[in-house]
C-alpha cells in the first residue's frame, strides 16, 4: 500500500503560480508512475500531467502545456506540480496518484492510489 498525502494548495491571482507537493509513504519500495488530476466544480475528473518512475518521461494535457511542469525526487518519496501563469479554468481540487509501473499512464482508471487532493483557486 502506498499513502499520498498532496499540499500547496490555496488561492491565488490569475497569472500567479502555486506548487503542488504529493508525499507518498508505505510501500514506497517500489517504482511507480505518477499523475495529477483535477477536479472542478460540477465537472469530472480530469488528466493534468504524469511522470513515469525515471523522470525523464512526461505528459501533459493540452490546457497545461508551457504552464505546468510535474517532478519528483525519488529520494524524498515527493511528486511536484509546479503551475505558472495560473487561470480562472485551472481552479479545482487537484489529486495525486500512483501506480506501481515504471512508466505513466493518461487514465485516471490506471491509477491504483489516490490522495486526498488540495484545493486551487484562481481569481480573476
Known amino acids: 500500500q502506498v499513502q499520498l498525502v498532496e499540499s500547496g494548495g490555496g488561492l491565488v491571482q490569475a497569472g500567479g503560480s502555486l506548487r503542488l507537493s504529493c508525499v507518498a509513504s508505505?510501500?514506497?519500495?517500489?517504482?511507480?508512475?505518477m499523475g495529477w488530476f483535477r477536479q472542478a466544480p460540477g465537472k469530472e475528473r480530469e488528466f493534468v500531467a504524469a511522470?513515469?518512475?525515471?523522470?525523464?518521461?512526461?505528459y501533459y494535457t493540452d490546457s497545461v502545456k508551457g504552464r505546468f511542469t510535474i517532478s519528483r525526487d525519488n529520494a524524498k518519496n515527493t511528486g511536484y506540480l509546479q503551475m505558472n501563469s495560473l487561470k480562472p479554468e485551472d481552479t479545482a481540487v487537484y489529486y495525486c496518484?500512483?501506480?506501481?509501473?515504471?512508466?505513466?499512464?493518461?487514465?485516471?482508471?490506471?491509477?491504483?492510489?489516490w490522495g486526498q487532493g488540495t484545493r486551487v483557486t484562481v481569481s480573476s
Open positions: 496518484a500512483a501506480k506501481p509501473t515504471t512508466s505513466y499512464y493518461r487514465r485516471d482508471s490506471s491509477y491504483d492510489y
Open positions: 508505505g510501500r514506497t519500495s517500489s517504482m511507480y508512475g
Open positions: 511522470i513515469n518512475w525515471s523522470g525523464t518521461g512526461t
